[in-house]
């Protein structure tokens, strides 16, 4: 993980780091996929989808974990 490597690998701490490199990348405020979903914390449609996949993931993996 690039940016959380002090913190022990977990498919959470994967996605957060995919996330930040989005920000990073796009020049967007950091914070929550689903909080730039509902604020419009993205520049452009496929900013937007790429946050909804996103978050589709992040749910999946949610739900695997809870599931274990």
């Known amino acids: 993980m690039k940016h959380f490597k002090e913190r022990e690998f977990s498919l959470f ?7 930040y490199n989005f920000y990073t990348t796009n ?8 909080e730039s979903l509902m604020g419009g914390n993205y ?5 937007k989808e790429w ?4 978050s ?3 749910e999946r993996v949610e739900q695997r974990s809870i599931t274990r």
Request: aromatic share 12%; with cysteine.
């Open 27 to 34: 020049n967007l405020e950091h914070c929550c996929a689903l």
């Open 43 to 47: 520049n452009n449609e496929q900013q």
């Open 51 to 54: 946050l909804k996949r996103f």
């Open 13 to 19: 701490n994967y996605m957060c780091d995919i996330l």
């Open 56 to 58: 589709d993931v992040w």
